[in-house]
């Protein structure tokens, strides 16, 4: 499984775009990049999924660039309630036999 | 609740007792999964299950055990084996590529 790493902490201000990076050198062809975003006590929820270039939810951005060693996750526009920690993961589409949360990016909007 | 349940959501025990923690879910997948999660620190994964009456250790399974009777159901116990049994403990389903999370189990041993 491709190793990930990510900055531990962000700070942000309401209505900022916000761009996580996550690097991922050892990605596989067959891998996937997969955010999640968890709020205490709370399980994480899945965000959104990418292979290549730019996919676009109504929730995030996720670019992806041609040798796809990294990604960014971007948020645009975020509010209080964005506050929480985020997770890249990467692996087979198929084969998600084990999903491997790193420590994750812990992001704190001020108002 | 994402098709998946947890219980209790808090869980008090004394130390060198065995407890078990529920995970039950109604959306009939294959895959599940159980985590733990300490203060400030990530996701680490204790076992999974792909099958009924089959299941895989993960990073950290010595002190757990799990079964896999019912495609239902995922009970993992804590055993008094475990070091450090205080965490937040997370079932997961999976569908596809997405994991659906409960909304976890924080045990405390005393």
């Known amino acids: 499984l491709a190793k990930t790493t990510q900055p531990i902490s962000m700070d942000s201000y309401e209505g900022q775009e916000v761009n996580i990076t996550c690097s991922h050198n050892?990605?596989?062809?067959?891998?996937?990049i997969t955010w999640y975003q968890q709020f205490p006590s709370q399980g994480p929820r899945f965000i959104i999924q990418?292979?290549?270039t730019k996919v676009t939810n109504e929730v995030a951005s996720l670019f992806i660039p041609a040798d796809r060693k990294s990604s960014t996750l971007s948020l645009p526009r975020v509010s209080l309630s964005d506050t929480a920690v985020y997770y890249c993961?990467?692996?087979?589409?198929?084969?998600?036999?084990?999903?491997?949360f790193g420590s994750g990016t812990k992001l704190n909007v001020k108002p | 609740d994402g098709g998946i349940t947890q219980s209790p959501k808090y869980l008090f025990r004394k130390e060198g007792q065995n407890v078990t923690l529920s995970c039950e879910q109604n959306l009939n997948h294959d895959a599940m999964y159980w985590y733990r999660q300490d203060p400030g620190q990530g996701l680490r994964l204790i076992y999974y299950?792909?099958?009924?009456?089959?299941?895989q250790k993960g990073d950290i399974a010595e002190g757990y055990s799990v079964s896999r009777e019912k495609k239902e159901s995922f009970p993992l116990t804590v055993t008094s084996a475990q070091k450090n049994p205080t965490a937040y403990y997370l079932c997961a389903r999976r569908m596809n590529t997405e994991a659906f999370f409960g909304q976890g189990t924080r045990l405390t041993v005393v």
């Open positions: 993961l990467v692996g087979e589409t198929y084969n998600f036999n084990k999903f491997y």
């Open positions: 299950s792909q099958i009924v009456n089959d299941f």
């Open positions: 990418g292979y290549k």
């Open positions: 050892n990605i596989a062809t067959n891998d996937y």
